[in-house]
C-alpha cells in the first residue's frame, strides 16, 4: 500500500541552527512529491515539489529538499532556521497524471524553534 | 493572488445539530477537496469533485456529504454533527492533469474551519 511516513512528530532546534525534516515513503513508482508547511492557524502551502529533473530542489522561504530514488526518500532542509519557521510540516505524494485526486499526506513533523 | 476561502474559520455545534461548511476558489480550479486533519493522523480526504454536480468519495466519506452547484464552490454537510467529528476541515483546489504543462496537482488550501461538536 501507498504510505508516507514522517518519523519526527516533532523537533525542536535554536534559532540560527540547520534543520533537516526527513520524508520516507512507499510507492511502485516515482510519484510527484510535495513538502507543504502550517503556520499555526492557517492552511497549509507549498512549500517545494519535485517531479522530475535535478533531484536537489528549491522552494520558498529559503527551503530544499532532495529526491533520493535508492532511498525512497524526500528531505527537507534548511541552512539556518529562523523563529517564523515554526510550524508544521506535511511531506506529501501524488501518482502521476492524477490531478492531485491520491495525494496522500504524512502525519506532519512539528517544528519548534528556540531563541 | 489565488485564493481558496473557507467561510467559517471556527464554529461551535450541538450533536445531532446540521453543519455547513462553505469553501470557495476564486482560480477556476475543476478539482475541489474536503480534508479532515486531526493530531497525528496528517490530511485524510473525506470528498473530491471533479466539476459541477460531480462527487467522489475519499477515504473516509461516512458521516459527510457535498454539494457542487458552481464550479466554485464546494460545501461539505454533515447531516448531524457528533462529538467524533470535531475537527480541523481544510478545502483545496487544484488544475486537472494537463491543464498546464507544469500542473503536477499541487493543492491549494484554504485556511482550515475548525469545528467543535459538543
Known amino acids: 500500500a501507498q504510505s508516507v511516513t514522517q518519523p519526527d512528530i516533532h523537533i525542536t532546534v535554536s534559532e540560527g541552527a540547520s534543520l533537516e525534516l526527513r520524508c520516507n515513503y512507499s510507492?511502485?513508482?516515482?510519484?510527484?512529491l510535495f513538502w507543504y508547511v502550517q503556520s499555526p492557524g492557517q492552511g497549509l502551502q507549498l512549500l517545494l515539489k519535485?517531479?522530475?529533473?535535478?533531484?536537489l530542489v528549491q522552494g520558498i522561504k529559503g527551503f530544499e529538499a532532495e529526491f533520493k530514488r535508492s532511498q525512497s526518500s524526500f528531505n527537507l532542509r534548511k541552512p539556518s532556521v529562523h523563529w517564523s519557521d515554526a510550524a508544521e510540516y506535511f511531506c506529501?505524494?501524488?501518482?502521476?497524471?492524477?490531478?492531485?485526486?491520491?495525494?496522500?499526506f504524512g502525519a506532519g513533523t512539528r517544528l519548534f524553534v528556540k531563541a | 493572488d489565488v485564493k481558496v476561502t473557507q467561510s467559517s474559520r471556527y464554529l461551535v455545534k450541538r450533536t445531532g445539530e446540521k453543519v455547513f461548511l462553505e469553501c470557495v476558489q476564486d482560480m477556476d480550479h475543476e478539482n475541489m477537496f474536503w480534508y479532515r486533519q486531526d493530531p497525528g493522523l496528517g490530511l485524510r480526504l473525506i470528498y473530491f469533485s471533479y466539476d459541477v454536480k460531480m462527487k467522489e468519495k475519499g477515504d473516509i466519506p461516512e458521516g459527510y456529504s457535498v454539494s457542487r452547484e458552481k464550479k466554485e464552490r464546494f460545501s461539505l454537510i454533515l447531516e448531524s454533527a457528533s462529538t467524533n467529528q470535531t475537527s480541523m476541515y481544510l478545502c483545496?483546489?487544484?488544475?486537472?492533469?494537463?491543464?498546464?504543462?507544469?500542473?503536477?496537482?499541487?493543492?491549494?488550501f484554504g485556511e482550515g474551519s475548525r469545528l467543535t461538536v459538543l
Open positions: 483545496a483546489s487544484t488544475l486537472p492533469v494537463g491543464a498546464s504543462r507544469s500542473n503536477t496537482g499541487e493543492l491549494f
Open positions: 519535485y517531479f522530475s529533473g535535478d533531484t
Open positions: 510507492y511502485g513508482a516515482t510519484p510527484y
Open positions: 506529501a505524494v501524488a501518482p502521476l497524471n492524477t490531478g492531485g485526486f491520491k495525494t496522500i
